[in-house]
């Protein structure tokens, strides 16, 4: 993975962390944008994980 890559996980794991109620699904597309490229990602699966545990934790 290449500098560029590596920056673009670490932001989106970084959102993950931060990412308000109302921007989980748009950020999950990213993520999974970003998975789309490269399978073997770990920073991008961990914001995956992430912001899957934050959806779940907040559903009704």
């Known amino acids: 993975m290449n500098n560029k890559d590596n920056e673009k996980s670490s ?3 970084n959102r993950a962390y931060n990412c308000k109620l109302n921007n989980f699904d748009s950020l999950l597309k990213e993520i999974e ?3 789309n490229k490269n399978k073997d990602n770990e920073t991008a699966l961990r914001a995956k994980r ?3 545990s934050r959806m779940a934790s907040n559903k009704n």
């Open 50 to 52: 992430v912001i899957t």
């Open 33 to 35: 944008l970003e998975l």
């Open 11 to 13: 932001e989106l794991l």
